[in-house]
């Protein structure tokens, strides 16, 4: 039960960021930019600013969790919920897509973020590693610490 009271607390607050329109600063996107490379920032910038925002978060939770970070961690971090921008729902639209499940297109794509986003960092260029660590999967996951880090950062 624990961890689902800490999944909605989770959710909720991922809820009252995403009200806000408002860009990441200047400085946090050239922090991006310097951990990506082109083609995942190019896929980055395909976010809505309320997931940048959310995936600079992350990523700078996960680099305090993991202070010794690569390139390739780091960009995982901030590509962990990139295949959100296929389904093209907004906050109302994935709210409704929580609850009623991956019923209809858009609905089914939002649930299956993370293999669209595997595919789509395949596809812009990203490394074997950073692929790799998103690839959360029990059998790929199971007793890897980093991806364990990268969880965690992405929970608080």
Same mark, same amino acid.
């Given at each position: 039960?624990?961890?689902?009271? @800490?999944?909605? #607390? $989770?959710?909720?607050?991922?809820? /009252? %960021?995403?009200?806000?329109?408002?860009?990441?600063?200047?400085?946090?996107?050239?922090?991006?930019?310097?951990?990506?490379?082109?083609?995942?920032?190019? #896929?980055?910038?395909?976010?809505?600013?309320?997931? *940048?925002? $959310?995936?600079? &978060? =992350?990523?700078?939770?996960?680099?305090?969790?993991?202070?010794? !970070?690569?390139?390739?961690? =780091?960009?995982?971090?901030?590509? $962990?919920?990139? /295949?959100?921008? &296929?389904?093209?729902? /907004?906050?109302?639209?994935? =709210?409704? @897509?929580?609850?009623?499940?991956?019923?209809?297109?858009? !609905?089914?794509?939002?649930?299956?973020?993370?293999?669209?986003? #595997?595919?789509?960092?395949?596809?812009? %260029?990203?490394?074997?590693?950073?692929?790799?660590?998103?690839?959360?999967? &029990? &059998?790929?996951?199971?007793?890897?610490?980093?991806?364990?880090?990268?969880? *965690? @950062?992405?929970?608080?």
């Amino acid at each position: 039960m624990p961890g689902v009271v @800490a999944h909605s #607390l $989770h959710l909720v607050r991922r809820f /009252g %960021g995403s009200l806000s329109r408002r860009s990441p600063a200047a400085s946090d996107i050239a922090w991006v930019n310097k951990n990506l490379l082109d083609g995942e920032f190019a #896929l980055w910038s395909r976010m809505k600013s309320y997931d *940048q925002r $959310h995936s600079i &978060e =992350v990523a700078r939770r996960f680099a305090d969790l993991h202070p010794t !970070f690569t390139r390739d961690q =780091v960009a995982a971090a901030m590509l $962990h919920d990139i /295949g959100k921008v &296929e389904s093209d729902l /907004g906050v109302f639209g994935r =709210v409704v @897509a929580t609850f009623v499940g991956p019923k209809g297109t858009k !609905f089914r794509k939002y649930h299956d973020h993370e293999r669209i986003g #595997l595919n789509l960092c395949r596809n812009s %260029g990203s490394s074997d590693e950073t692929v790799r660590l998103l690839d959360w999967s &029990e &059998e790929s996951s199971r007793n890897d610490t980093i991806v364990g880090f990268l969880r *965690q @950062a992405d929970q608080i």
